[in-house]
Each structure stands twice: as structure tokens, then as C-alpha cells.
């Protein structure tokens, strides 16, 4: 199991200086190479070999930091991987998975990878070319089967991802949920457990719209607008944040908790046409939370199973089977004509998510549970909002 720690580096202004040329140096040679690469093609796309390869690009690195010696004072395995990733995005193009590769900008993720040769000793990563060692503060001990390390940039702030191998079997939950995403709640699950949504975006919305103004009334190429800009950064920096700790918070208790996880196939990008709803939409992080959830299920060798995009899930009465097809979004109950039952319209469609997503894969409905207190009660000690319906 490949696991990954994320921890905040605390580098001296000297080091933020090389980490800066690190960064640099990584987008030259992917920039020079894809450039090379391209014009190879173009003179020699009727020959027997039309293409360079990653061990031809390799060698030419080794002439080219010759002629440009700044390369030098960069770790050559994190140059060499920057044509490891370019030869990638060449395979990924040339089997119509992606766009063909382009040219990377200033203003692109600030990353470069380190493949071999790391160690901590105390509260200090050692990675070539820092052999003195990066101060970083985590709670975490860092493991030791280390697989690679991405340092990264955002805003004004460094961190290290740490890619590791964890042998520990993580305990699978007990128990099959269905989970109805939304926007009056987060989320809603079959067993009744209903999470309040977190508004990242919109609880500093007014702050964010007044920096903006702030920030078009500064001259361009002014060190004032340089100012204003990480303000702005900053923010979103903290929506991220505030967002993703919550999304981890939500996927890691019902991985611990549910063995089966049954969630709709939602069409973002669909819902986002819709300009009334776009902005609340984007603010809920719903792919994020998607993708924990998935890798966190995998992780302990439970199921995650989706329903299509266009099930009946809430417009379909969970106990008689009746489609109510003049249900409105602004009914908040759901009251079914024919059997009469009352029910909270997202708990009644968590419940017919759970269905669907079970006889799918033949497993048959199963008996409705109570909520997973051990889930609610670790969500409620994470400091989110829980009810329970």
C-alpha cells in the first residue's frame, strides 16, 4: 500500500533561493526538451525513427548542463525526472489518453521530484543539494521505506510530499451505506447520519470580493499589485485548506466505519451550467471528497459502488417503489401519495441510492441499519456539524 504524508517545510531564505532555482530549472528542461522533442519529430517523421526516446533526451541533458552550468547546482535525478514525466506525457498522447504535451509557464504548480537519495535525521529532511537539511514540523514521524519525495510551492508556503510504502492490513468497516450528495446538507446517508455543508468559499466571500477590488485598482508591474496579489492567493490558499481538511475529516470516518459504499455517478460540470447554483456547487468540493473516499475505501478493501447519473434516486418513494415525477427541488420532505410515507427527501433518496447501487452488482437490498454512531460521534469530535434524522 502506497500512502503519502504531506508535511510543511521550513526552509532558511538561503535554501528558499535553491528551492526557487530547483523549481525553475525542472520547467527549462521539460520547456527545452518538449521543444526538442517536437522539432525531432518534425524533421524526421518519414524516417525509421521518427521520435526521441527518455534515454536520448537523457544524454543530451548531460551535454546541455555542459553548455548551461546553472543546471549543475540542480539535483540531476530531479532534472533527469522531469524527462521521465515529459516521455510520459508523450505515451499518454500518442494512446489518445491527453493533449499533446505544452510548454510550462511561471505561473504553473511550482514542483520538482526527488526519486532516491533522502533521509530525516531529528526534525530535518536531508535531500541532495540541502545535505545540511530542511527544517520541517510535523506531528507524523516520517516512515522509512520512503518510495520518493515532491516538494512543492503554494503561495509562500513549501512542502514535502513523502510517498511511502505502509505493509500494515487496515481493518475493513462493517456495514453498506448509500450517500446522497448535496447542498442543504453535504451529505446524507442511508442509515440517517446527515453532514452540514462546510461553505468554505462562502464564508470569506465579502473579504475575498474586497481584495479583488483592492487588488484591480493597483498598477500593473507595481510592487504594491505584487503585494495585493498574495493577499488575494492567500485566501484561496485558506478556502483549500479549510475545504480539504474537511473532506478528509468526512471520507476517513465512513471508510473506517462502512465496508459497501454506494454513491451516484454526479455530473459536475452538468450542474454547473446551472448559474444559480454553480458557485455553491464548486464551493462543496464533491470530486474531492470522491476521490478520498475512493482510495481510503481501496486502502482498506472495501467497495465503492455508483449508480447512474440518471436513477430516479429522489423522485422514487424508498418503500413502495412509486415515482413521484412532480417532486420540485424545493420540497424539502418527501410524501408519498400512494403508500404515505413521510421522509427527509435526501435521507429518502441515500436510501434508494444505497438499492440501486446493490442490486447492480447482485448483492441484493439489505435490512436498513441504524446510524453508525462511532462515525458521528468522530465526525462531531472533528469539529463538523452532524445530525442525525
Not at 253 to 270: P, R
Given at each position: 500500500?502506497?500512502?503519502?504524508?504531506?508535511?510543511r517545510?521550513?526552509?532558511?531564505?538561503?535554501?528558499?533561493?535553491?528551492?526557487?532555482?530547483?523549481?525553475?530549472?525542472?520547467r527549462?528542461?521539460?520547456?527545452?526538451?518538449?521543444?526538442?522533442?517536437?522539432?525531432?519529430?518534425?524533421?524526421?517523421?518519414?524516417?525509421?525513427?521518427?521520435?526521441?526516446?527518455?534515454?536520448?533526451?537523457?544524454?543530451?541533458?548531460?551535454?546541455?548542463?555542459?553548455?548551461i552550468?546553472?543546471?549543475n547546482?540542480?539535483?540531476?535525478?530531479?532534472?533527469?525526472?522531469?524527462?521521465?514525466?515529459?516521455?510520459?506525457?508523450?505515451?499518454?498522447?500518442?494512446?489518445?489518453?491527453?493533449?499533446?504535451?505544452?510548454?510550462?509557464?511561471?505561473?504553473?504548480?511550482?514542483?520538482?521530484?526527488?526519486?532516491?537519495?533522502?533521509?530525516?535525521?531529528?526534525?530535518?529532511?536531508?535531500?541532495?543539494?540541502?545535505?545540511?537539511?530542511?527544517?520541517?514540523?510535523?506531528?507524523?514521524?516520517?516512515?522509512?521505506?520512503?518510495?520518493?519525495?515532491?516538494?512543492?510551492?503554494?503561495?509562500?508556503?513549501?512542502?514535502?510530499?513523502?510517498?511511502?510504502?505502509l505493509?500494515?492490513?487496515?481493518?475493513?468497516?462493517?456495514?453498506?451505506?448509500?450517500?446522497?450528495?448535496?447542498?442543504?446538507?453535504?451529505?446524507?446517508?442511508?442509515d440517517?447520519?446527515?453532514?452540514?455543508?462546510?461553505?468554505?468559499?462562502?464564508?470569506?466571500?465579502?473579504?475575498?470580493?474586497?481584495?479583488?477590488?483592492?487588488?484591480?485598482?493597483?498598477?500593473?508591474?507595481?510592487?504594491?499589485r505584487?503585494?495585493?496579489?498574495?493577499?488575494?492567493?492567500?485566501?484561496?490558499?485558506k478556502?483549500?485548506?479549510?475545504?480539504?481538511?474537511?473532506?478528509?475529516?468526512?471520507?476517513?470516518?465512513?471508510?473506517?466505519?462502512?465496508?459497501t459504499?454506494?454513491?451516484?455517478?454526479?455530473?459536475?460540470?452538468?450542474?454547473?451550467?446551472?448559474?444559480?447554483?454553480?458557485?455553491?456547487?464548486?464551493?462543496?468540493?464533491?470530486?474531492?471528497?470522491?476521490?478520498m473516499?475512493?482510495?481510503?475505501?481501496?486502502?482498506?478493501?472495501?467497495?465503492?459502488?455508483?449508480?447512474?447519473?440518471?436513477?430516479?434516486?429522489?423522485?422514487?418513494?424508498?418503500?413502495?417503489?412509486?415515482?413521484?415525477?412532480?417532486?420540485?427541488?424545493?420540497?424539502?420532505?418527501?410524501?408519498?401519495?400512494?403508500?404515505?410515507?413521510?421522509?427527509?427527501?435526501?435521507?429518502?433518496?441515500?436510501?434508494?441510492?444505497?438499492?440501486?447501487?446493490?442490486?447492480?452488482?447482485?448483492?441484493?437490498?439489505?435490512e436498513?441499519?441504524?446510524?453508525?454512531?462511532?462515525?458521528?460521534?468522530?465526525?462531531?469530535?472533528?469539529?463538523?456539524?452532524?445530525?442525525?434524522?
Amino acid at each position: 500500500m502506497i500512502k503519502t504524508l504531506k508535511v510543511r517545510l521550513y526552509p532558511s531564505e538561503k535554501q528558499k533561493f535553491l528551492l526557487e532555482k530547483h523549481f525553475g530549472s525542472c520547467r527549462f528542461v521539460w520547456n527545452h526538451f518538449l521543444g526538442v522533442r517536437t522539432r525531432y519529430y518534425a524533421e524526421h517523421k518519414n524516417d525509421k525513427k521518427k521520435g526521441l526516446t527518455v534515454f536520448d533526451t537523457m544524454k543530451m541533458l548531460t551535454v546541455l548542463k555542459k553548455e548551461i552550468t546553472w543546471l549543475n547546482e540542480i539535483n540531476s535525478q530531479s532534472l533527469q525526472h522531469s524527462l521521465v514525466r515529459l516521455d510520459k506525457a508523450f505515451k499518454s498522447f500518442f494512446k489518445h489518453n491527453t493533449d499533446y504535451p505544452t510548454f510550462k509557464s511561471k505561473k504553473d504548480n511550482k514542483y520538482f521530484i526527488i526519486p532516491s537519495g533522502f533521509k530525516t535525521i531529528e526534525n530535518k529532511l536531508i535531500i541532495p543539494k540541502f545535505m545540511e537539511g530542511i527544517e520541517y514540523h510535523d506531528k507524523t514521524a516520517i516512515p522509512e521505506k520512503i518510495k520518493q519525495i515532491v516538494v512543492t510551492r503554494d503561495v509562500q508556503r513549501y512542502y514535502a510530499s513523502i510517498q511511502y510504502e505502509l505493509n500494515e492490513d487496515l481493518p475493513t468497516g462493517k456495514g453498506t451505506i448509500g450517500i446522497d450528495m448535496g447542498l442543504m446538507a453535504f451529505l446524507t446517508t442511508s442509515d440517517g447520519l446527515q453532514v452540514e455543508p462546510l461553505n468554505a468559499l462562502g464564508k470569506v466571500e465579502n473579504k475575498l470580493k474586497k481584495e479583488q477590488r483592492r487588488l484591480s485598482r493597483r498598477k500593473k508591474g507595481s510592487e504594491n499589485r505584487k503585494k495585493q496579489i498574495i493577499k488575494v492567493q492567500k485566501i484561496y490558499q485558506k478556502i483549500r485548506d479549510t475545504r480539504t481538511d474537511f473532506n478528509h475529516k468526512v471520507s476517513t470516518a465512513i471508510a473506517k466505519h462502512y465496508g459497501t459504499v454506494v454513491m451516484e455517478d454526479l455530473n459536475i460540470q452538468g450542474m454547473q451550467q446551472n448559474h444559480n447554483l454553480s458557485k455553491s456547487i464548486t464551493d462543496q468540493g464533491w470530486y474531492q471528497f470522491k476521490t478520498m473516499l475512493q482510495y481510503k475505501l481501496k486502502w482498506r478493501e472495501a467497495d465503492l459502488i455508483e449508480t447512474g447519473r440518471f436513477d430516479p434516486s429522489s423522485k422514487t418513494c424508498s418503500k413502495c417503489g412509486n415515482i413521484k415525477h412532480d417532486l420540485k427541488l424545493s420540497n424539502r420532505t418527501y410524501n408519498c401519495y400512494k403508500c404515505g410515507l413521510i421522509m427527509n427527501r435526501d435521507l429518502n433518496a441515500a436510501i434508494n441510492i444505497r438499492n440501486i447501487g446493490m442490486i447492480k452488482v447482485g448483492k441484493g437490498i439489505p435490512e436498513l441499519t441504524p446510524v453508525e454512531s462511532a462515525t458521528a460521534a468522530e465526525l462531531s469530535k472533528g469539529g463538523l456539524r452532524v445530525a442525525t434524522l
